[in-house]
């Protein structure tokens, strides 16, 4: 069986199944697992971005493992990888790379700068000058490089994971509105418990973990892996939840400036990932809820009146989150002369309405549980 997808033809067997989605992630999980201690919501995150295909920013205060995180990620998948230290001397060439003057050929030639790798570490990213960060604009959004008017495509997969430090700021460079809306997801790692600082001490006393981290996944997996990402199932309910989420951005009185249209798009991508991490071809209003702080917080500007009353992004979300009703769904009805439903979850069925199939008769969640107010579809 073959079909068509962005001029090319791709058999269903190339693709991965949602068995080897979920088996090859928890591989990679328990390898940064064992690096970063007792942080699993956090690594899963990071999973998530990488499979939607976005790009992760960390922030957080000094020595809490931001770069750990990046580069633990980064070798436990055979991918190429670069690291960048951000600097105010950095030049965006050095990032995207120059053309140098061939005598030989009287030509000249490209040389690929550190951003031609699958993943890529920007350490404290905001270090660098404006014009540099800018660098990194195209390679984010459209996953290329353009030089002297040609383009050049960037590898797949291709993730950016960048870390910054939100307390030091002298000599720092604050991310631009634009530069933080390519970002994916935010996410900041916080301090450990105590049980996983002493058991930190155990593992990290001698020798770096990274230094006997192998790969348990290749570039090629990953590949297969966003391909059946893209694959998961969102009812209109829940695309028409997401926007509303993002809309209400947009006019809620403690911030001066919303979330993006990409926003959408990103918290609706992330919410595929997070579902198929969990083992369903369908998205629920649970995976969008999940995952709203960290997808949008980072992109709005609160009002300098909601700053003087210390209220953050993060709490304007979680506000517009109690306040929007959640989609929920009736049962769905019995087939017709005792007829049986096809399809399952993890098969790709689908009812009449385009539900995923499941309910209270065998156990499947379909839209979660619904809250005051919801509105039933």
């Known amino acids: 069986m073959e079909r068509a997808e962005e001029g090319r033809v ?24 064992g690096v ?7 690594v899963r995150l990071s999973l998530t971005v990488l499979l939607a295909e976005g790009h992760l920013l960390i922030e957080d205060v000094p020595g809490v493992g931001k770069t750990m995180l990046a580069k633990a990620l980064a070798r436990s998948i055979d991918c190429s990888v670069r690291r960048i230290q951000f600097t105010p001397d950095l030049l965006p060439s050095d990032i995207t790379g120059v053309s140098i003057y061939d005598q030989q050929r009287r030509e000249f030639e490209f040389k690929p700068g550190a951003i031609f790798a699958q993943i890529v570490i920007g350490d404290e990213i905001n270090r660098a000058s404006p014009k540099t960060q800018s660098a990194l604009l195209e390679s984010m ?6 030089m002297d008017g040609q383009s050049y495509e960037l590898p797949s997969p291709f993730m950016v994971v960048a870390t910054q430090n939100p307390v030091e700021m002298e000599g720092t460079y604050p991310l631009p509105e634009a530069q933080r809306d390519r970002f994916m997801a935010r996410v900041s790692i916080g301090y450990p418990s105590a049980e996983a600082e002493l058991q930190m001490l155990d593992v990290h006393g001698g020798v770096s973990p990274l230094d006997d981290l192998q790969p348990v996944a290749h570039a090629h997996d990953i590949v297969k892996l966003i391909d059946a990402v ?3 199932h969102v009812s209109e309910a829940v695309r028409r939840y997401a926007v509303e989420l993002v809309a209400a951005t947009r006019t809620h009185p403690d911030l001066r400036l919303g979330a993006s249209p990409r926003a959408t798009l990103h918290l609706l991508r992330a919410a595929k990932a997070s579902a198929a991490l969990s083992g369903r071809d369908y998205a629920l209003p649970d995976d969008v809820q999940a995952l709203a702080v ?38 769905p009805a ?6 049986r439903m096809h399809g399952s979850p993890l098969s790709g069925g689908r009812m009449p309405g385009g539900q995923a199939p499941g309910g209270p008769g065998n156990g499947a969640p379909l839209y979660g549980q619904q809250q005051p107010g919801a509105r039933r579809l």
């Open 10 to 33: 791709t058999t269903y067997d190339d693709r991965a199944s949602l068995t080897d989605l979920t088996t090859t992630a928890e591989r990679v999980r328990r390898s940064v697992e």
């Open 36 to 42: 970063i201690e007792g942080k699993p919501e956090v």
């Open 141 to 146: 959004e459209e996953r290329q490089v353009t």
């Open 230 to 232: 893209r694959g998961v």
């Open 294 to 331: 960290a997808v949008l917080a980072h992109r709005l500007l609160p009002t300098a009146q909601a700053q003087m009353n210390r209220r953050t992004s993060e709490q304007v979300v979680r506000d517009i989150l109690q306040r929007t009703p959640v989609p929920t769904a009736a049962p």
């Open 334 to 339: 019995a087939p017709p002369h005792g007829g």
